[in-house]
């Protein structure tokens, strides 16, 4: 796979002033129609391109057997070329390594 989903955790708990991510209860409880960011990570990336690309999923259901989102991804990837804006993404609020993580919880686009 060109990419996987950047497990956040870790450098926002490292450098806590400068990248915040939510609390865990707030990641776990996002609506239907909520966006949130996600940190594509490129798995080889080749020189001139980034680490991440970090790009908007808008939700648009929620399996709670298997605790999971399901979202659209709404940003077109400069980067990463099995992506396209208008594809669909599940990801979870928190996992293991071969599992997506949920980023962030912002309805900005900046």
Same mark, same amino acid.
């Given at each position: 796979?060109?990419?996987t989903l950047e497990d956040v955790e870790e450098p926002s708990r490292l450098y806590s002033e400068s990248?915040?991510?939510p609390p865990e209860q707030e990641r776990k409880a996002q609506d239907k129609g909520r966006k949130v960011r996600l940190?594509? $990570?490129?798995?080889n990336p080749v020189e001139g391109d980034p680490r991440a690309e $970090?790009?908007?999923?808008?939700?648009?259901?929620?399996?709670?057997?298997a605790q999971q989102y399901t979202g659209?991804?709404?940003?077109?990837p400069t980067s990463l070329k099995t992506l396209q804006a208008g594809d669909v993404v599940e990801?979870?609020?928190r996992g293991n390594g071969s $599992?997506?993580?949920?980023?962030t919880t912002s309805v900005s686009f900046w």
């Open positions: 796979m060109e990419w990248f915040f991510i940190h594509f $990570r490129l798995t $970090r790009m908007w999923v808008e939700i648009t259901g929620y399996d709670l057997a659209v991804l709404i940003n077109a990801f979870i609020s $599992r997506l993580w949920l980023i």
